[in-house]
Structures are given as C-alpha cells and as structure tokens.
C-alpha cells in the first residue's frame, strides 16, 4: 500500500470508530435516561412516551451502527483499496470503450453500488423500525415508487454535471478544478431553485393552506413580517409517515414555507402562527444564502486539494487505476475519498445550523408567543417520540437542532412574561 492508500485507509477507520463510538455513547446516554421523564416536559409527556422515545431511538441507532460498518466500512474499502473502482473502470472500458459512456458508466456504478447498499437498511428502516414504532404508512408501492423516481432524478441531474466536470478534467488543464467548482456551484443554485416548485413535487402533493380563521391569522403575520402568502403550503406527509414537521426551502421567489399535514392537524392555531413565524426567521435572517455560502467556500477548499491530488500518479495507484486514470475514475475516486475528509467538518455544520435555530426562534418570539412555540415543539417532541436526553457529545456533532430542553430554556428567557404552559 502506498502513501495515499495508508492515509486513506487510516482516515476511513478512524471515521468509522468515530462514528461508531458516538452511537454507541448515544444509545447508553438514552437508555440511562429512559425511566425518567426530564422535570421540564414532565407536565406533556407521559413516562410511557418518554419510554416509547428512547425505545425508538435505540432501535434507530442499532440499525444505524449496521449500515455504518456496511456501508462507511466495507464497501468503502472494496471499492476503493479493496480494487472495486479499478474493476469498475476496466469493465465501463471493455464494454464501452473510451468515451463519455465509459465515464459515465463508471461515476454512475459507484452510485449504484452505494445505492444498492444503503436499500436494504431504507427498507428496514421503513417497514421495521417505523412500523414498529407505529410511525409508517409507506406502502410499498409507495417505496418502490419513490425509488424509481429518486433513480431517474439522479441520472437526470447528474449526468449533466459528470460530463461538465469531465470535460472540464480534460479541457482545461491544471486549473480544471476551479471551473468544475463554477459548474457545482451553478448546478447547486439551479437545483436549490427547482426544487420546491419542480422535485418535491414529483415526490408529495402541495395545496396552498386553505381559506378560513387560521389562513387569515397568518397572513396578518406574513404582512407584519413582509413574506408573501403564496409561499404558504400544506404536504401530504401522511402519505409516508404519521411524523410531523415544518421547513422551509428556495430563495428568491421560489421561497416557500412548508407544513406536514400531520403538523397542522396536531397543533392549536396559535402553535402554528409560532412555528410559521420561527420558519420566517429563517428567511428574515437569509439563513439559506449564508448556509449555501460556508458550503461554497468548503467545496472549493477541497477541491483545490483534490486538483493537486489528481496529478500524483500515487493518487491513482492506491486505487489500483492506470496512470493517468480515466475522467470518471477519477471523479468516482474522489466521490469516495470526500466524505472520509470531511467528516470533521460535521460538528461546524451542526453548530451553524444550531445557531440559525437559535435566531429563528428569537424571530419567533418576536412576531408570536414564545410559549405557544414552546408548547408546539413539545407536542412535536412527543408525537415524533424524539429522544429527550441525547448524548450531549453525539448531539454536539450531529444535532441540526438545539436539544429539547436547552431551546425550550432559551424560549423561556425569550418570553416577555414567566407563563407557564409546560413546567
Ligand atoms: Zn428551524
């Protein structure tokens, strides 16, 4: 094995013993903790709720800690040291010869291998896990159905992408990286702004929220908060699963805000005027355009070592691919050799991501009740049988959201005045 090849490998353990340890730190933090409901929900969850939560928690962790091992572990490493892009490439070339359709069929089979990996432990997660927990309606023609979609998506908006950034490999020298990093960032805008109008909706259906008391008590915010009220929408989300949630997506005037229809059931119309407010925060606080803008500035970091890395010939051999490797391969390399690398830039998404909550509830705040936001995320807590007492560390690293309890504290201190509708 030569340099590249021992760091690689090492990273790649390094990340699985990581992730593995922090799930396995998780599921103890929540079983120590699954007796005792936390003082600040004890008035809205029930202790067989909380007990249901952290039941549900460690069934998502076990299968979780298999699909790592699977899928960030073995077939990580047969693909990439264990030879498997190396035969990947040979075979695109014995059938395709060289071209664009070798290149293609190379990126693709390493997505498709990944893909098929990872289907197993969707379905068990969907069919077992949800089920179990009384949380799926997925059917299985539903599954499938969202599969197919979600295949011939991938082929349609990636293959555009692959051939751009081939062909930049090949046309335009050692500075190739900065013009596939111009390609990624337009492809990214296009996809952030098709997405609410022309990808979700391949996927659930939308109606604008209807007529009636709770339309017009929350257009009078939307007026107080300058959004328009057509980027107002209710989603089938039962369709899949009785879990309920909010966000918001697009920019521009593309920008819409997005309820669960198991959400609007669930809440009492002032917990959704707070929720739709904390989602304006986002907005208000162009929390999109500054998340997009970290993830720029990342990708170009890493692609300016990996245009460096691309010329060494032992880039290519720890791989066991010809020198100078194939386009694709080369693309296909570097899709597995990325997430190894940057896996540490994890907790600083969570962190900026955490921090964005934080505005976005001050916003809340704001421009609605806190305590109605309060009460609205119990509910949510509780219905979505969401663990209560994460492993802080686990939840320093992965957690988009501030703990329960820590945000609910944060809202209180918020609150103009000590009401008390769950302590
Ligand atoms: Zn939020």
């Not at 353990?13 to 929540?30: E, F, I, Y």
């Not at 809340?364 to 979505?384: F, I, M, P, Q, T």
Request: a positive charge; aromatic letters at 12%; proline letters at 5%.
């Amino acid at each position: 094995m030569n340099t590249f090849a021992s760091v690689f490998v090492a990273f790649a353990l390094a990340a699985l013993a990581w992730r593995l340890w922090l799930l396995l730190r998780h599921a103890r933090h929540v079983a120590a903790h699954r007796d005792r409901v936390p003082d600040a929900f004890a008035a809205i969850v029930p202790p067989e709720a909380h007990r249901k939560a952290a039941d549900y928690t460690r069934d998502k962790i076990r299968t979780a800690a298999v699909e790592t091992v699977c899928v960030d572990g073995v077939l990580l490493l047969v693909l990439s040291v264990g030879g498997g892009l190396a035969w990947l490439d040979a075979t695109s070339r014995a059938q395709l010869g060289d071209g664009y359709a070798r290149e293609l069929a190379t990126v693709f089979g390493v997505i498709a291998a990944g893909a098929l990996a990872s289907l197993p432990f969707d379905a068990w997660r969907t069919f077992r896990v949800e089920a179990r927990h009384g949380f799926n309606q997925t059917t299985p023609a539903t599954f499938v159905a969202d599969l197919a979609k979600g295949i011939a998506l991938a082929v349609a908006l990636g293959t555009p992408l692959v051939l751009a950034v081939c062909w930049f490999i090949t046309a335009t020298g050692a500075w190739w990286w900065v013009w596939a990093w111009i390609a990624w960032v337009a492809f990214t805008m296009v996809l952030v702004a098709i997405f609410p109008r022309w990808i979700a909706p391949l996927f659930n259906r939308f109606t604008p929220l209807e007529e009636g008391e709770l339309r017009s008590r929350i257009e009078a915010l939307l007026a107080r908060c300058g959004f328009r009220a057509e980027g107002l929408y209710v989603m089938d989300g039962s369709k899949r699963s009785s879990h309920g949630n909010a966000y918001f997506t697009g920019f521009g005037r593309a920008k819409r805000i997005v309820f669960f229809d198991t959400l609007v059931q669930r809440l009492t119309q002032g917990e959704i005027e707070a929720v739709l407010a904390h989602e304006l925060g986002h907005f208000a606080r162009g929390h999109i355009p500054r998340l997009l803008a970290v993830r720029f500035a990342l990708a170009f970091a890493f692609l300016a070592v990996l245009g460096w890395v691309a010329r060494e010939p032992a880039f290519a051999a720890a791989f066991g691919l010809p020198y100078p490797p194939a386009t694709g391969a080369l693309l296909a390399a570097f899709m597995l050799v990325a997430p190894v690398f940057t896996f540490p830039f994890q907790p600083l998404a969570s962190l900026i991501s955490r921090k964005q909550e934080f505005e976005a509830d001050e916003f809340a705040a704001h421009h609605a009740n806190a305590e109605d936001l309060v009460s609205a995320l119990g509910k949510l807590y509780r219905d979505n049988a969401a663990t209560l007492t994460p492993d802080p560390l686990h939840s320093l690293v992965y957690d988009s959201h501030p703990p329960a309890a820590i945000r609910i504290a944060h809202l209180r201190q918020l609150a103009d005045r000590p009401a008390s509708v769950v302590a």
